[in-house]
């Protein structure tokens, strides 16, 4: 039901633009976000928008170079990624809230909704 696609291999300092398709249902009422997982390390939240956009919540790690977007009446939720680094290595997870109206939490357990990945490599 979710679909990443935009992953790929870029220089340090790149831009990519991760885009996620909803298909089957709307998720226009949850909060939409974004995870990663690098190799050898654990899952984490990376960015989340809550289902009308206007609030937006960010891992520190990406703050000022990461920006979350959505547009409910394409059912798509895009993360734009710039000033890339090789510690961005992973792959990329869209997923929605398994609850309608809530904020964004930066708890994989609070979505029930997992897109299948998409590969970003940052060569340095």
């Known amino acids: 039901q979710l679909q990443a696609s935009g992953g790929g291999l870029v220089q340090a300092g790149g831009s990519l633009r991760l885009s996620c398709a909803a298909s089957?249902?709307?998720?226009?009422?949850?909060?939409m976000s974004w995870f990663r997982r690098a190799p050898g390390k654990e899952r984490e939240f990376v960015a989340g928008?809550?289902?009308?956009?206007?609030?937006?919540d960010y891992a520190d790690s990406v703050k000022g170079r990461f920006t979350i977007s959505r547009d409910n009446d394409k059912n798509m939720v895009y993360l734009q990624m710039n000033s890339l680094k090789p510690e961005d290595t992973a792959v990329y997870y869209c997923?929605?809230?398994?609850?309608?109206?809530?904020?964004?939490?930066?708890?994989?357990?609070?979505?029930?909704?997992w897109g299948q990945g998409t590969q970003v490599t940052v060569s340095s």
């Open positions: 089957g249902r709307t998720f226009s009422r949850n909060a």
């Open positions: 928008i809550i289902w009308s956009g206007s609030s937006t």
């Open positions: 997923a929605a809230d398994a609850s309608m109206w809530r904020g964004v939490s930066q708890w994989g357990r609070d979505y029930g909704y």
